[in-house]
T-cell receptor, first 113, second 112 residues
Framework: DGGITQSPKYLFRKEGQNVTLSCEQNLNHDAMYWYRQDPGQGLRLIYYSQIVNDFQKGDIAEGYSVSREKKESFPLTVTSAQKNPTAFYLC????????????FGSGTRLTVV | DQQVKQNSPSLSVQEGRISILNCDYTNSMFDYFLWYKKYPAEGPTFLISISSIKDKNEDGRFTVFLNKSAKHLSLHIVPSQPGDSAVYFCAASGGGAQKLVFGQGTRLTINP
């Protein structure tokens, strides 16, 4: 079945550490996205990529980094510069035009301990 | 600047009655609108969409209405069922742009 796989589902990070969240899709979608969800704040865009080896900052990119070396993969690194990283992270993908809508992964819950 | 707004953070409806979720937008370039449903600790799933050339789209118990002059859309769920309890996000896109702009979400609770 085609879809998006995010791993791990739960992740714990010590303060000062970098962590990488995995996102893999087999839908042959060109575009991929990372969102962060906090209570009462909806979905906020962190980074997005329209094509391999290219990506753009979203609304809240500070403290995050991404790479897009393969069409299927769009990992997100939460760096120590991110002051409040505890959140639910969602990865999504879409065909070239977003009018077809996004397909979302099941999310990763990151907690700083 | 919040281009897509869902002004009601929560809504409580009795089972069997109609649920109406509202969404307002400010960008006149938006020409495609979607509703997503999200359960806790899961990713959002696509529910229903509407193009700006239409003012209504139905899919079973779900109907989306679009009022372009008011820059307003609404999602009607009839009849409401306990499994409809979730957070609902509206989203918009325009001009072939690849980014969807999401509202803040409305938590719908269906009471038995």
């Amino acid at each position: 079945d085609g879809g998006i796989t995010q791993s791990p589902k739960y992740l714990f990070r010590k303060e000062g550490q970098n962590v990488t969240l995995s996102c893999e899709q087999n839908l042959n979608h060109d575009a991929m996205y990372w969102y962060r969800q906090d209570p009462g704040q909806g979905l906020r865009l962190i980074y997005y990529s329209q094509i391999v080896n290219d990506f753009q900052k979203g609304d809240i990119a500070e403290g995050y980094s991404v790479s897009r070396e393969k069409k299927e993969s769009f990992p997100l690194t939460v760096t120590s510069a991110q002051k409040n990283p505890t959140a639910f992270y969602l990865c999504a993908s879409s065909p070239q035009v977003a009018n077809y809508g996004y397909t979302f992964g099941s999310g990763t819950r990151l907690t700083v301990v | 600047d919040q281009q897509v707004k869902q002004n009601s953070p929560s809504l409580s409806v009795q089972e069997g009655r109609i649920s109406i979720l509202n969404c307002d937008y400010t960008n006149s370039m938006f020409d495609y609108f979607l509703w997503y449903k999200k359960y806790p600790a899961e990713g959002p799933t696509f529910l229903i969409s509407i193009s700006s050339i239409k003012d209504k789209n139905e899919d079973g118990r779900f109907t989306v209405f679009l009022n372009k002059s008011a820059k307003h859309l609404s999602l009607h769920i009839v009849p409401s069922q306990p499994g409809d309890s979730a957070v609902y996000f509206c989203a918009a896109s325009g001009g072939g742009a690849q980014k969807l702009v999401f509202g803040q979400g409305t938590r719908l609770t269906i009471n038995p």
